[in-house]
């Protein structure tokens, strides 16, 4: 009696231990040598910065293939071609967004290619291409279930994005640029100041989540062709729509950034993610919000974690500590 027991016992043991062993949340993949980190095929596409803020909110990072092994099983979830972690946005190489000192590589032949501009890593039947980020892929995102909670902590109905540092959220601007700063300053916030085409990619990426969004004001004040952030921080980028869209007299006036898609036209041009500027105390009526940011808080254990791989700038900018930064052809 007791012989023939034994081997359904040994079953249940072996399947509350293989639960046990399952930490990934649900329909979430463990990796295969290591179940404390789990992978997400999502089939729908979105920009490598769309992608990586998703994998953000839910705690991890777009998925660093630090090995043929790994490569292999990214391989299996079912996605012919999707966006890795890699990117040449933060130090000039490709580098993993994680932070990860990771060089193993797979690039196809030619690449990578060689380019000033913005370039992301997409895996395309199992090799590394390098890709115009504002593409649109599926991706995976990658969560190591090691890690304390590193998730920076804005007020409800705020969106963090690692790629800025920044919490971010839309009030209205009825139409006038103090109205709109007053309203950002109630909440111990600014109008939205950018410093980089990463930063200005992701608020674009933003504003695209928001239907019928055709620009959002900004925290920039111009005036005799003389421009400043209007929270104190440098003027150290632009993208104008044309020479004409910083005015020459002695008004002032304010920068919408015109939001992406193809069809948004003014005097019958398309101004996809550049910047226009406008009367600040006339805005034309069409109900642009006005988007107001500033910095999180961060749990004593979420900077601990965030230490180890990231640097906090200046501007309270995260970005990834290079340890090994550059993986190669």
């Known amino acids: 009696m007791y012989s023939k027991m034994t081997p359904l016992f040994a079953l249940v043991l072996f399947v509350n231990y293989d639960l046990l062993l399952a930490q990934c949340p649900l329909n ?10 789990c992978y997400y095929a999502h089939t729908e596409s979105a920009t490598w910065l769309s992608a990586e803020m998703d994998c953000v909110r839910n705690g991890g990072h777009l998925v660093t293939a630090s090995s043929g092994f ?9 996605l ?37 501009s913005s ?28 890690l304390p909670n590193s998730c920076a902590a804005c007020d ?11 919490c971010y959220t839309y009030v209205s601007s009825q139409n006038s640029f103090y109205t709109a700063r007053s ?5 111990q916030a600014d109008l939205v100041s950018i410093h980089s085409h990463v930063e200005n990619t992701f608020i674009t990426d933003l504003n695209n989540m928001k239907q019928n969004m055709t620009g959002v004001l900004t925290g920039l004040v111009c005036s005799n ?20 869209a910083t005015p020459f007299d002695g008004n002032q006036w304010c920068a919408v950034i015109v939001a992406d898609g193809g069809s948004n036209t003014f005097d019958g041009c398309i101004q996809d993610q550049t910047w226009n500027t406008f009367s600040c105390s006339n805005l034309p ?12 808080t961060f749990p004593t254990t979420a900077i601990k974690a965030l230490k180890k791989n990231y640097q906090f700038e200046n501007s309270g900018a995260i970005r990834p500590i290079a340890k090994n930064p550059k993986f190669h052809h």
Not at 123 to 142: A, F, H, L
């Open 183 to 187: 309203q950002c300053q109630q909440y």
């Open 28 to 37: 979430w993949v463990s990796d295969r040598t290591n179940q404390d980190i």
């Open 225 to 244: 062709s003389n421009c400043t952030w209007i929270d104190g921080t440098p003027f150290d980028y632009e993208v104008f729509f044309d020479q004409y």
């Open 285 to 296: 009526d069409y109900n642009w919000p006005a988007l107001c940011q500033k910095n999180p």
């Open 156 to 166: 409800d109905g705020w969106v963090f994005s690692a790629v800025t540092g920044k």
């Open 80 to 116: 012919s071609s999707f966006w890795l972690g890699g990117t040449n946005q933060y130090n000039g190489g490709y580098s993993w967004v994680d932070g990860s000192n990771s060089t193993y590589s797979n690039w196809a032949s030619g690449q990578p290619v060689s380019s000033t």
């Open 70 to 78: 790994v490569s292999s099983q990214l391989q299996n979830l079912g």
């Open 119 to 146: 370039m992301c890593v997409s895996n395309q039947n199992g090799k590394w291409y390098s890709t115009n980020c504002n593409q649109n892929y599926p991706y995976v995102c990658k969560l190591d279930m090691t």
